[in-house]
């Protein structure tokens, strides 16, 4: 009995693993939101770090989280970097491109719990008095990405973090 049970296990561990190198080398997580500012107002809270606590989804998850700012006060070469509990972990990143009022780049480096490098855009689109922010992250998927995969995508992961930042962003830039 003790035998089957441990082939078994064997058996569910090996499909695991194989549907894990099955997944994408890549992955992309991206999701919108029409805010009732005009852009230049909205990319004032994307293009300062300073300013993401106001609105950042994780930002509120470790009220002891260690941050530090480094670089430019905002815009290209601003740099963010934290240190928190398991939920936000550490990472650094860096606006690695602005255009204000249009599109924003931050290269995106988390250290814990598992080591990752990501591209993160901003692209604001003006819509009559409103603009339409569009939130995207695309990156390498690791083998523990993929295997993450297996269970759960990386878009259901991230995707409803990325819809409670833009409902928050929506929320501080229409006051």
């Not at 997580?29 to 029409?34: E, G, K, M, N, P």
């Not at 970097?81 to 988390?110: C, T, Y």
């Not at 604001?124 to 409103?130: H, I, M, N, S, Y």
């Amino acid at each position: 009995m003790l035998k089957k049970i441990s082939m078994g296990l064997i058996l569910l561990a090996v499909v695991v693993l194989g549907l894990a190198l099955t997944q994408p080398d890549h992955f992309t997580v991206q999701r919108s939101a029409t805010i009732k500012a005009p852009p230049a107002r909205v990319m004032g809270y994307l293009n300062d770090f300073h300013q993401w606590p106001a609105w950042s989804p994780w930002e509120k998850l470790d009220p002891n989280m260690q941050r530090t700012f480094e670089g430019a006060a905002s815009g290209k070469g601003a740099v963010y970097a934290w240190n928190g509990n398991d939920e936000v972990g550490q990472g650094r990143m860096e606006i690695i491109d602005s255009n204000v009022p249009s599109s924003l780049a931050i290269k995106l480096d988390f250290i814990k719990p598992f080591a990752s490098s990501n591209q993160t855009e901003f692209m604001l689109q003006p819509q009559g008095d409103a603009t339409v922010v569009t939130w995207t992250m695309k990156g390498k998927s690791l083998f523990v990405t993929k295997l993450m995969s297996v269970f759960m995508s990386m878009d259901k992961m991230i995707g409803k973090d990325f819809e409670k930042g833009l409902a928050q962003l929506k929320e501080v830039a229409e006051k």
